[in-house]
T-cell receptor
């Protein structure tokens, strides 16, 4: 069974540009999560999809970030326009039920560098 | 709100020595606690989780953790470190639909 995949693995852009990150969850997992780790600090929750609906987006830092999950399969996270402080590693995770005891399966992350 | 604190951003042990990575939690309700490991250039992998069943939880690769309510701790241990254990380890608490992570502890294993 394929795990969670993320694309690209690395992205280097200039301040003011747009970047779109993609996440493909494990097949059959309705729950999809985005997290971010900035500058070696703790991994922070961004948002949670259940199928195509946003269940919780309380962690999204501001309106420059837009997440979508059309059709309830893969998800994209767009940053527009990117700022220097957006640099970090963006992780995607998926789980089957979305219960607090559920294991979340993580992708390898996308390392975003904003110059 | 629930949170976890990992004591020590870097831990170094010799091969064959005991591994002890510390995690303390803060929660007003019984927590669900997790340990994840991240090897270089890979995603986070679940080592073990506590879901209010047995307080001593055994995980993969010889790791285990004990939930101690009186100490609000969930420390990760392994009796004998291997070189392959070198990685970054994250403690996390599950709250509603999201995980709250500690800052991570990077484990170095010396030959």
């Amino acid at each position: 069974e394929a795990g969670v995949t993320q694309f690209p693995s690395h992205s280097v852009i200039e301040k003011g540009q747009t970047v779109t990150l993609r996440c493909d969850p494990i097949s059959g997992h309705d729950n999809l999560y985005w997290y971010r780790r900035v500058m070696g600090k703790e991994i922070k929750f961004l948002l949670h999809f259940v199928k195509e609906s946003k269940q919780d987006e309380s962690g999204m830092p501001n309106n420059r970030f837009l997440a979508e999950r059309t059709g309830g399969t893969y998800s994209t996270l767009k940053v527009q326009p990117a700022e220097l402080e957006d640099s970090g590693v963006y992780f995607c995770a998926s789980s089957q039920r979305g219960a607090p005891t559920d294991t979340q399966y993580f992708g390898p992350g996308t390392r975003l560098t904003v110059l | 709100a629930q949170s976890v604190t990992q004591l020590g951003s870097h831990v170094s042990v010799s091969e064959g020595a005991l591994v002890l990575l510390r995690c303390n939690y803060s929660s007003s309700v019984p927590p669900y606690l997790f340990w994840y490991v991240q090897y270089p250039n890979q995603g986070l992998q679940l080592l073990l989780k506590y879901t209010s069943a047995a307080t001593l939880v055994k995980g993969i690769n010889g790791f285990e953790a004990e939930f101690k309510k009186s100490e609000t701790s969930f420390h990760l241990t392994k009796p004998s470190a291997h070189m392959s254990d070198a990685a970054e380890y994250f403690c996390a608490v599950s709250q509603n639909n999201d995980m709250r992570f500690g800052a991570g502890t990077r484990l170095t294993v010396k030959p």
